[in-house]
């Protein structure tokens, strides 16, 4: 199975800016994700970004790299002018790795790959089952719902599905009801490049302003979302500066 890997790397971030140059062990995170991703079996990683300062920086230790447009707004559109700027055809998978995710499981980002090109969706991505409540009413873990075929059904902030009689005393809410296949969304995805060409010019969807939740542009226009089910919890990325002390803290001690 051949598929690349792409990982968009924006100067820009509210909370952290030039995050992908974080000093991780003597290396800068974009580096230490596009080792990971190597270490996938893709044919090809790249570094996709919009400076010229992670560019140099990519160059240094010796990745491919592209400088893209400084005005995409999100991720996804990044992807699609890598997938121009190189000419992929309509079949490539292209896999989207978080340029903040240096600790990211190499084997899951090919069982993403796998995943889309055995299923024939347009997109595959990733989802973990949830134990226990507080994650489940947490807003900020994306939930996700399955069809039969592992197509996914909805992706929500809120907490579905919802257990209507389990749920229906405060102390229903303490802990979740046996069996209910309740799946935490982790955001990995693998596309087929004539997805990425069609994205540009899909219309956002209400319910992607709503929930603020990119995929749901893609279920609103009729788009096949496949899910893979892992039994492991990926490694937390870098979001915050916490988070980034304490991944500079791991480097250090390895």
Not at 108 to 135: C, F, K, M, W, Y
Not at 143 to 161: E, H, N, Q, T
Request: a negative charge.
């Amino acid at each position: 199975m051949n598929f690349k890997v792409v990982i968009p790397a924006r100067y820009a971030s509210t909370r952290l800016p030039a995050k992908p140059l974080l000093d991780l062990g003597g290396k800068p995170m974009v580096a230490r994700v596009a080792e990971r991703a190597m270490l996938s079996g893709a044919e090809e990683v790249w570094v996709a970004t919009d400076h010229a300062d992670i560019m140099a920086a990519a160059v240094q230790h010796g990745l491919s790299v592209l400088l893209t447009r400084t005005d995409h707004p999100s991720g996804t559109d990044r992807l699609a002018e890598v997938v121009e700027q190189r000419g992929w055809d309509d079949e490539t998978i292209v896999v989207n790795v978080q340029g903040d995710e240096p600790l990211i499981d190499p084997a899951l980002i090919a069982q993403t790959a796998r995943q889309l090109a055995e299923s024939g969706a347009d997109i595959a991505t990733v989802a973990h089952p949830i134990d226990n409540a507080a994650d489940f009413f947490n807003p900020n873990v994306v939930k996700v719902v399955c069809k039969s075929d592992g197509d996914a059904l909805y992706f929500s902030r809120a907490p579905i599905p919802y257990a209507r009689d389990h749920f229906a005393g405060a102390a229903g809410k303490q802990m979740l009801p046996h069996g209910m296949p309740a799946y935490r969304h982790i955001g990995l995805y693998a596309y087929r490049a004539r997805f990425l060409r069609a994205y540009a010019c899909l219309i956002p969807s209400p319910l992607e302003h709503f929930e603020a939740l990119e995929q749901l542009r893609a279920l609103w226009h009729g788009f096949r979302i496949s899910v893979v089910i892992s039994d492991h919890l990926p490694m937390a990325g870098v979001d915050t500066e916490e988070d980034a002390f304490s991944m500079q803290d791991y480097f250090r001690k390895i």
